[in-house]
């Protein structure tokens, strides 16, 4: 069974630090990983994709690797701000040859203070 | 693209009513997603479908729960005979076959409140 872990739960940083949140997986055997951003009461909003072929993807001041062989993947946010503040998940899909499901962590609540 | 979109945003229901969800997928995404998300956990895969064939459901779709999309364009969820664990964030999500990425876009979800 695969399983997600995202690790700290909370994190509260000042402003202007670089971070790092971290995600790991029990089983290799995946298609893609995502990181997602989530705002209070809000629906979703993609981050990175990373296929399983790949080591790391970066967008702006964003940097996700994946490790598969590991099971770790990482998001590096540089120079942070308030606006970052948000909870931020990652997900995996195609566990077990699925077309569909994606598999959740429970995500890392982050605050930016300035 | 206009993005997903989901109707109602907000839903309160007293418990033993039926309540019905719709998502709008992004035009040209055949490939449909439900997840439910309570309080400080992850969203979790309900069903999935590619076009108008419903592929993968969890077996946390109970009997209750059915999900249709009759012509490969918007979906609905159905919820029967509510119970107070139904309370969630119920989001949809749309990608497209036509990416190998098969990157799924998140709609704003709608807010179920049973009392």
């Known amino acids: 069974k695969q399983e997600v872990t995202q690790i700290p739960a909370a994190l509260s940083v000042p402003e202007g630090e670089n971070l790092v949140l971290n995600c790991s997986f029990t089983?290799?055997?995946?298609?893609?990983l995502q990181w997602f951003r989530q705002d209070p009461g809000k629906g979703l909003t993609s981050l990175l994709l990373?296929?399983?072929?790949?080591r790391e993807q970066t967008s702006g001041r964003l940097n996700a690797s994946l490790d598969k062989s590991s099971g770790r993947s990482t998001l590096y946010i540089a120079a942070s701000q308030p606006g970052d503040s948000a909870t931020y998940l990652c997900?995996?899909?195609?566990?077990?040859?699925?077309?569909?499901?994606?598999?959740f962590g429970k995500g890392t609540k982050l605050s930016v203070k300035p | 693209d206009t993005g997903v979109s989901q109707d109602p945003r907000h839903k309160i229901t007293k418990r033993g009513q039926n309540v019905t969800f719709r998502c709008d997928p992004i035009?040209?995404?055949?490939?449909l997603y439900w997840y439910r998300q309570t309080l400080g956990q992850g969203p979790e895969f309900l069903t999935y479908?590619?076009?108008?064939?419903?592929?993968?459901k969890s077996r946390l779709l109970s009997d209750r729960f059915s999900a249709e999309r009759p012509k490969g364009s918007f979906s609905t969820l159905e919820i029967q005979r509510t119970e107070q664990g139904d309370s969630a964030m119920y989001l949809c999500?749309?990608?497209?076959?036509?990416?190998?990425?098969?990157?799924?876009?998140f709609g704003p979800g709608t807010r179920l409140t049973v009392t």
């Open positions: 997900a995996v899909g195609g566990y077990g040859g699925s077309q569909g499901n994606l598999i």
């Open positions: 990373i296929q399983s072929s790949q």
């Open positions: 089983d290799s055997a995946i298609y893609n």
């Open positions: 999500a749309s990608s497209s076959r036509q990416t190998v990425s098969r990157e799924q876009y």
């Open positions: 479908f590619q076009n108008e064939a419903q592929l993968e």
């Open positions: 035009s040209e995404h055949n490939r």
